[in-house]
C-alpha cells in the first residue's frame, strides 16, 4: 500500500506501467515517429553538436567528431565501412557520453559488456547502434570489434550465421587497449572537456524525439545521395581517408562540414 495525493492516483499505475515497460530492453530502442523538417544539413549538425557539448562538456572539436559519427548511424544500410567510436577517460564521463549518443543514434541500444551471447540476441532486422560499456574487452572480442566494422565477416555458431556488421560505440575504460583498433574514431572524455561536468540533466523525452524526427527525415531524403556519394580526402594516410570517406558520404550538401571532417581527423590519423 502507498500513500498517495488526492488527485494523483494515477501516478502509482504510471509508475507500475513505467517499470514494467523496462523490464524488456527492446522497448528501449528509439524509434522515431514521424518525419520533422530538420532545415539545412549544417544547420542540424550544429543543434546536435550544441546539445552534445552542453550535456557532456565536451570541447567543440570533439562534440563534432561525434556528431560525424551519429550521422553515419543512420545509414548503415549504404556504407561499407561502420568506423567504429571508441571512448576512454573516467567512467562518469564515459556514461555520460554513452547516454548523450543514445539521443541521436539510429535504433540506439545501451549495452552492458561486449559478449557474442549478448550480439546474438539482438532481434533480426532492427540494424541497432549499439553504445557498450566495456572497461574490460578481452582480445577475443577486440578481434570481432575489429571485424565489425568492415562489411562481409560471418560468425558461425551451432550451424547459425550472425553478421556484426553495423556502427558501435564503445567505453574501454580509462586507457586505450594495447592492441589498436582499426578504422576507429577515438576520443578522451576526460582530457577534451571544455568545462567541468555539473551533472547535466539528460535530454528531455521532448527534445530527443524531436531530433530522432529530424534525423529521420534527413535520413529518408538523402539516403539515395549517400549512396551514391564518393567523398575522398587528401592528404590522410589509407585508414583515416577510409574513415573520412564513410563519415563524409552522410554530410550532403555541407562542403564546409566536410572540409572540417578532414581536420578533425588529422591528428585521429598521428
Not at 55 to 65: E, K, P, R
Not at 67 to 77: G, K, L, N, P
Amino acid at each position: 500500500m502507498y500513500s498517495v495525493e488526492a488527485g494523483c492516483e494515477s501516478d502509482i499505475r504510471k509508475i507500475i506501467d513505467q517499470c514494467a515497460f523496462q523490464w524488456n530492453p527492446w522497448n528501449l530502442i528509439l524509434l522515431p515517429g514521424c518525419q520533422e523538417p530538420y532545415g539545412t544539413t549544417e544547420e542540424l549538425f550544429n543543434r546536435i553538436k550544441v546539445a552534445i557539448a552542453e550535456h557532456t562538456g565536451l570541447s567543440d572539436d570533439v562534440s563534432a567528431l561525434l556528431t560525424f559519427w551519429v550521422f553515419s548511424t543512420w545509414f548503415r544500410e549504404v556504407l561499407s565501412l561502420a568506423p567504429c567510436l571508441v571512448i576512454t577517460g573516467w567512467a562518469h564521463d564515459g556514461e555520460a557520453i554513452l547516454n548523450t549518443l543514445r539521443s541521436f543514434c539510429y535504433h540506439p541500444l545501451l549495452m552492458a559488456g561486449l559478449t557474442s551471447a549478448n550480439l546474438n540476441r539482438l532481434p533480426e532486422g532492427m540494424n541497432t547502434t549499439l553504445l557498450i560499456a566495456e572497461p574490460n574487452l578481452s582480445k577475443r572480442m577486440a578481434l570481432l570489434l575489429d571485424c565489425s566494422t568492415s562489411r562481409g565477416y560471418q560468425a558461425i555458431r551451432k550451424g547459425d550465421r550472425y553478421d556484426y556488421f553495423g556502427p558501435k560505440a564503445i567505453y574501454l575504460g580509462e586507457d586505450l587497449p594495447t592492441r589498436s583498433i582499426p578504422h576507429s574514431v577515438h576520443i578522451n572524455g576526460s582530457d577534451t572537456r571544455r568545462v567541468e561536468s555539473h551533472g547535466a540533466l539528460p535530454l528531455s523525452d521532448e527534445m530527443t524525439h524531436h531530433f530522432q524526427d529530424q534525423l529521420f527525415n534527413y535520413r529518408t531524403t538523402n539516403m539515395q545521395r549517400v549512396f551514391k556519394s564518393d567523398f575522398g580526402a587528401s592528404g590522410l594516410p589509407p585508414e583515416a581517408n577510409a574513415i573520412a570517406h564513410a563519415l563524409g558520404n552522410c554530410i550532403v550538401d555541407a562542403p564546409n562540414l566536410r572540409a572540417k571532417l578532414v581536420s578533425l581527423l588529422v591528428p585521429q590519423a598521428r
